[in-house]
Structure formats: C-alpha cells, structure tokens
C-alpha cells in the first residue's frame, strides 16, 4: 500500500511539472506553482500517516520528557540547516543498483491507563500500545517516569519500583531505584526495558502494564502516572525506542543537479525552493518540524540537458524529427524523507508519533 501513496504522489509532482516544462516561469507562474505543490503536500502528508482530516489538538500540553524535548530540538536544527544549506552547482550520486540498507528512527510510545480488570492497581498501573510493531526491530528502550517535589524528612528511605503485571494479579520487579536528595526537585528517572518492551512484542498478550510505584514517608504518592492537573499533564510517562525497517531502493545513475538560486540568468531546468509551513495552514497538531524545504523542479529541457538516461536524448530527438514533441521536461530525479512528530488523535497525545515520511523532499531535478 506504501508503494501505491508514493506511484500517486510521484506521478501528481511530475504532472505539475509537466504544466511548466515548455517555458521558464514568471514571478506569478511560479506563485501559482508553490501554491498548488503546497496542496499537494498537504494531502499527501495525510495520505502517508493515514489521516483523514487533520487531527484537532488545540490545548493539548506537549509533553516535557527529555527524549522528546531532544527530538523537538533535533528535528528543528536538521531542518534549518537544511532549509538554509546552498547546495553545491555540481552534486553526483553513486548509490548501487537494487541496494538495501537499514534506516534507524525514534519513536514516542505515551502511558494510557490499564484495562478495566486490572484496576486493583488503581492510579499506579500503566499500559503501553506498540502498533505495527511485528515488523519493527527494537535496538533499544528506555522508560522515562516523573518523580514530583517533596521535601519530607526521610524521603531518601522513599523507593521508585518499576513491576511487570502478570495475568494472575501478581507482579515481578523491572526495576528499583532509590530516591534521593538529588531527585528532591522533582526528577525524571530512566530505566532501560529493552527486554521487557521485547517480550510484550514477542507475546501481546502478556503487555498488561506496569506498576509504578513511589511513597514518601508521609505516604503521599510521589510518581506521575496518570496526571490531571494541567500542569503535570506533560509529566506523563514515556517509553522512547529506537527502531530499526530494511529499506530498499534503486540505483539513481550518476547524475548532476543544479539549484535554480545559483543560476538566475538561466533558463534551464533548475531546483526551486518551497518553504512548507505548517503553522501557515494552522497544523498546530505537527510537533517539529514547524517547516522545512521541500523544493520543486522547473525550467526548460533544452537537447541533452540533465537528461537521467541517454534513451531519454533519443526519445527527444525522435519527437522532434516527426513533429509531435513537446520535448522533455524538468521533473524530480530524486527524492528525500521527512521526519515528522506528531499528534495522531483528536484531543489526545496518548499516541505520539515520529514517523518518515517517503519522498517529501526534492533532492534533484533532471530533463526526463
């Protein structure tokens, strides 16, 4: 089905290029096309993360973990960077015919509730859903949870327990830690559940939740689990995982790009900038990147101008010996991915998600 969104998205870019192919475009020419490429991304990212409409989270808090915080940052920098790197005149690509590699990511997994048999365990039990995760490898996972304020003699006896539920009630240790002086502030702890987020993926069926447990000596609960004032609601607790997908591709033949900035005088078929702004088109459900450069491609195909494969030099020359060509036009020769964090639900940041996005990004243009 993934390869169908990206046939369709593929095939809308190349269509928009092919309006443009026969003549450098004007100021108001190239307005136009920002605009109508921007509807088009617009719906495809919705296509992609299998969205009908965008999703409504409007006073939704963002969640203050440290892994996520470090995300927003990070997908904030690569995009500034990206947006403001001028791309060398001359760039070559070199990649294998039929090659495969492995892509890494980060993804969120927020606490909800545990089910209702389970509410013996009141407040103190959390439950973790891992969707599509049969296909995922798990290179590692750290469970972050919020120990509030307090300031009560002897809280250093206090202890942070971690405990896997099991279906008869009973419940094993995951993890202990001692809280101290330095956690009197209010602190996140970090435990690693590599193996424990392992077992739930081998056997669903036993992901009942955890327990997570922290008295101080007064009794008074001192870990975040279920939060209901607003301003603990972003302390909710958190599994941050790295994944990893095999991912295959085709070789893109050795080929050249330019971008249109560094040749204003021509007329040629160049790359075009495109900034996206998500807060434009009040998409407030979009975490980071708020924007980024997807590109476009315009300009003429004059014979043998960045064509991708000499049977394309061919072509151009027959339609132009039997007077029926319009000649070959500037499309995409190449695409990139987009890292998007982002809340999939109406009202809920229960499912918090990175996800890549295939092909949003252009990389270079050629005469095709």
């Not at 010996?321 to 990139?336: A, E, H, I, R």
């Amino acid at each position: 089905m993934g390869n169908i969104k990206v046939v369709t998205f593929c095939a809308s870019v190349i269509l928009l290029a092919k309006l443009v192919c026969s003549t450098k475009q004007r100021d108001s020419d190239l307005r136009q096309m920002r605009l109508m490429r921007l509807e088009i991304i617009k719906s495809e990212i919705l296509k992609q993360l299998r969205l009908e409409r965008p999703p409504n989270v409007t006073g939704i808090p963002i969640p203050r973990n440290p892994p996520f915080i470090q995300e927003i940052e990070r997908l904030t920098l690569n995009s500034r960077r990206e947006s403001n790197m001028a791309m060398d005149d001359i760039r070559w690509d070199t990649l294998d015919e039929d090659s495969s590699h492995t892509e890494t990511s980060e993804e969120f997994v927020l606490a909800e509730r545990c089910d209702e048999p389970l509410r013996h365990f009141d407040d103190k039990s959390i439950r973790f859903s891992f969707l599509n995760s049969s296909r995922l490898t798990i290179l590692n996972a750290s469970l972050y949870v919020y120990t509030r304020n307090h300031t009560e003699t002897g809280d250093s006896n206090s202890f942070l327990k971690i405990n896997n539920i099991k279906r008869s009630g009973e419940v094993e240790r995951v993890a202990i830690r001692q809280i101290n002086d330095v956690h009197r502030n209010g602190y996140w702890h970090k435990f690693d559940i590599l193996a424990q987020v392992q077992r739930w993926i081998r056997r669903p069926n036993s992901n009942l939740g955890l327990e997570v447990k922290a008295n101080s000596v007064n009794g008074r609960s001192l870990a975040i689990t279920h939060p209901d004032k607003d301003e603990e609601k972003p302390l909710r607790p958190v599994i941050y995982m790295t994944v990893q997908r095999g991912i295959k591709y085709r070789k893109k033949r050795m080929n050249y790009n330019r971008d249109c900035s560094d040749f204003e005088n021509s007329d040629n078929c160049c790359r075009e900038s495109l900034i996206v702004d998500f807060s434009s088109f009040g998409w407030d459900w979009i975490v980071a990147p708020k924007m980024y450069n997807a590109y476009f491609c315009t300009g003429e195909c004059p014979y043998n101008f960045l064509q991708h494969y000499h049977h394309s030099y061919l072509s151009q020359l027959q339609r132009g010996v039997n007077g029926n060509g319009t000649g070959l036009c500037c499309t995409p020769g190449k695409y990139s991915n987009l890292s998007l964090l982002y809340f999939p639900e109406d009202g809920s940041v229960r499912a918090t998600k990175l996800e890549v996005l295939q092909n949003m990004k252009v990389e270079r243009c050629h005469c095709a």
